[in-house]
């Protein structure tokens, strides 16, 4: 809503209260994460589930360290032309490609 339109439909006085609560209900809910964050044991925040996209780079990095030829061109460009179609094939499947073989 633009600011002409807050000041046409209230005060300065309405405002100042509603810019008062924001205040408060926000440092009530740092005060609230602080705490619990506080009493939550460091190796419960720790062990929680790993996330699916570090799973899908570790599988990425390990298929890429696999390959004997670089996956960077003289420019530093990601390529897999210097790559075998299998071993393209292989990297584009662990990034969730399904690559049909020709042959």
């Known amino acids: 809503m633009p600011l002409r339109d807050i000041e046409d439909k209230y005060t300065l006085s309405e405002i100042t209260l509603m810019a008062w609560r924001s205040q408060e ?12 964050r506080a009493n939550t044991p460091r190796k419960a925040i720790d062990a929680g589930p790993v996330n699916k996209n570090e799973q899908r780079i570790t599988g990425l990095e390990q298929v890429a360290e696999s390959f004997d030829k670089p996956l960077e061109d003289s420019k530093g460009n990601f390529t ?10 292989k990297f584009l499947a662990s990034m969730g490609f399904a690559v049909s073989s020709m042959g």
């Open 25 to 36: 209900q926000a440092y009530q809910m740092r005060s609230k994460m602080a705490a619990a």
């Open 80 to 89: 897999l032309k210097h790559q075998s179609g299998e071993n393209a094939a």
